[in-house]
Each structure stands twice: as structure tokens, then as C-alpha cells.
């Protein structure tokens, strides 16, 4: 596709449940990031991926979040036992190869609305 | 590590009439420096970025920002809005070091174009 696309668009999750939330990234980019994006407020970082490694997790809130990126494309943040705090757009965004220049410029998704009753 | 700061959290303005949007930003090292825009319901787009060379740059939509280092800022200006520019604006910053890849977003500013 042209860009970044993520799914489902909207998330509603009772509170205990577990979520999984999908990123397709540009073709042929390597880095992806995960942001989460509270209500008026900027967007935060929570974890970055180079191919299929996972180079930087520090942003994740608790050991209730994790993130895979298996064979270096598509991802997934997975949420167990979601909590109201959890309520949140959660963009997804990727970025070139190094060598490819424009590595400097991460171009994001559309989100995933997630609300945690 | 970095922070930026976004002064105003709306900006109303008439349409036709000049705009612009602060931000400041902190950090210890060398930085790059991006304006996202985000309609509602829709993702960030990048509207400009600093990197080095001239401090002033310009981008799409016709925004253009004026990096000042000795200020530690880089505010968004567009001469003449229109009503298609109300959105929401974030400034970001990241370090320009090769190890450097996560964006520090600030809380971003609203513009509202009053017709």
C-alpha cells in the first residue's frame, strides 16, 4: 500500500481483556516505532523495531504490553488485561533504510482507537 | 534526552490573517527537528523538518519554520490561513546522532481558522 495502515481503526475492550492491535508498514521500510497517544496530549514512544529485532522497549508502560515483529513487516502490540488507563490512539509509524536516505522521517498510521471500559 | 515544549494549546485565527505556532524544545545534543499536523481522526503528517543547513525551511501547504538554536526554538508560521488548515500541530525533536530514533513529541496546539 501507499501508507502505513493499522487495524482495527477503533478498539472497545472490557476492562480484563486482552487486545491485539495490527501495523502494516510502508513496503521496504525497516525501523518501526509504536507511540501511544492519550487524550490532549502528544504522542509518547513505546518501542522501536529494526527488521525483526526489537531494539528498544523502554517506553512500554507495564509487562502487560508487548510487541513482536516477527518476520520484519507486519506487527503487533498486544495488550493483556487491559485496564482504563489503557485508553489511548496507539500510532504506528515507519521509517527507510539508512542507506536509502529520508531515514530521518517516520510516517504514521492512521491509529487505533482503544477504549477500555 | 529531549522535551519540548508547545506554549499554546489553541490558537484561534482568522481566516487570510498570519499565523504561528511556538515551540521550544531542550536538549543536550544536537537535534533534529520535525512539525507534524494531525486532522482529527487521522494520523500525523509531516509538514516540515530541520536537519541542518538553512535554518529556515520550508514545507507543504505553504508552512514554513525558522530553526534558532541560540533560542532553542523552531516556531511554525504561515502568512495567510485557511479554513482547511484547522487541525492539530506537533512539534518534535530527536536527537541527530546515528543512535538517535525516537521522536519527544510536545502536547501539541490547535489551530482554529475562523472564517
Known amino acids: 500500500g501507499a501508507g502505513v495502515s493499522q487495524s482495527p481503526r477503533y478498539k472497545v475492550a472490557k476492562r480484563g481483556q486482552d487486545v491485539a492491535l495490527r501495523c502494516d508498514p510502508i513496503s521496504g521500510h525497516v525501523s518501526l516505532f509504536w507511540y501511544q497517544q492519550a487524550l490532549g496530549q502528544g504522542p509518547e514512544f513505546l518501542t522501536y523495531?529494526?527488521?525483526?529485532?526489537?531494539?528498544?522497549k523502554s517506553g512500554l508502560p507495564s509487562d502487560r504490553f508487548f510487541a513482536e515483529r516477527p518476520e520484519g513487516s507486519v506487527s503487533t502490540l498486544k495488550i493483556q488485561r487491559t485496564q482504563q488507563e489503557d485508553s489511548a490512539v496507539y500510532l504506528c509509524?515507519?521509517?527507510?533504510?539508512?542507506?536509502?536516505?529520508?531515514?530521518?522521517?517516520?510516517?504514521f498510521g492512521p491509529g487505533t482507537r482503544l477504549t477500555v471500559l | 534526552a529531549q522535551s519540548v515544549t508547545q506554549l499554546d494549546s489553541q490558537v484561534p485565527v482568522f481566516e487570510e490573517a498570519p499565523v504561528e505556532l511556538r515551540c521550544n524544545y531542550s536538549?543536550?545534543?544536537?537535534?533534529?527537528l520535525f512539525w507534524y499536523v494531525q486532522y482529527p481522526n487521522q494520523g500525523l503528517q509531516l509538514l516540515l523538518k530541520?536537519?541542518?543547513?538553512?535554518?529556515l525551511v520550508k514545507g507543504i501547504n505553504g508552512f514554513e519554520a525558522e530553526f534558532n538554536k541560540s533560542q532553542t526554538s523552531f516556531h511554525l508560521r504561515k502568512p495567510s490561513v485557511h479554513i482547511s488548515d484547522t487541525a492539530e500541530y506537533f512539534c518534535a525533536v530527536r536527537g541527530s546522532g546515528a543512535g538517535s530514533y525516537q521522536l519527544t513529541f510536545g502536547k501539541g496546539t490547535k489551530l482554529s481558522v475562523i472564517p
Open positions: 530541520y536537519l541542518s543547513g538553512s535554518t
Open positions: 536538549s543536550s545534543v544536537s537535534v533534529y
Open positions: 523495531f529494526q527488521n525483526e529485532a526489537q531494539l528498544d
Open positions: 509509524a515507519s521509517s527507510p533504510p539508512r542507506l536509502a536516505g529520508g531515514q530521518d522521517t517516520q510516517y
